[in-house]
């Protein structure tokens, strides 16, 4: 047996199917979907986070409303200004939410990328570079 014949077949990129190569872009522009869907749900879980976060909230008292948002002011003790969603274990679980979020999205992202070379390179008529 020759070491030709033991070596493993790789796929000769001129001779892939258009099928092949069809499947491949499908697939690659499903992960970029996916990849953007995660980053606008990562941004609205930001969003919400800054909002419970920073936004005065509870009844109308003088100028204003009279329970202040976790970072912009001390926490008030009035009954009224105990939000569940302004606590912060509900905070901290949305800052997780977020957090996955966002690295679910970073790494569909990357993986679409990935994707994306791959299909390029397999294209019938593209040289690879080396």
């Known amino acids: 047996m020759t070491a030709d014949a033991r070596a493993p077949q790789t796929p000769d990129p001129a001779t892939a199917s258009p099928r092949h190569a069809e499947q491949e872009r499908r697939r690659t522009r499903r992960i970029e979907v996916w990849s953007i869907a995660w980053g606008l749900l990562a941004l609205v879980i930001w969003g919400w986070f800054a909002f419970l976060m920073l936004v005065d ?22 009954v009224l200004c105990r939000d569940p969603l302004r606590q912060w274990p509900a905070l901290l679980g949305i800052l997780a939410l977020a957090s996955i979020a966002t690295v679910t999205a970073a790494a569909t992202t990357v993986y679409a990328k990935v994707l994306s070379r791959l299909a390029r390179r397999d294209e019938p008529g593209v040289r690879p570079q080396g």
């Open 57 to 78: 909230y509870g009844p109308e008292f003088g100028n204003g409303p009279m329970c202040r948002g976790p970072l912009v002011g001390p926490s008030s003790e009035d």
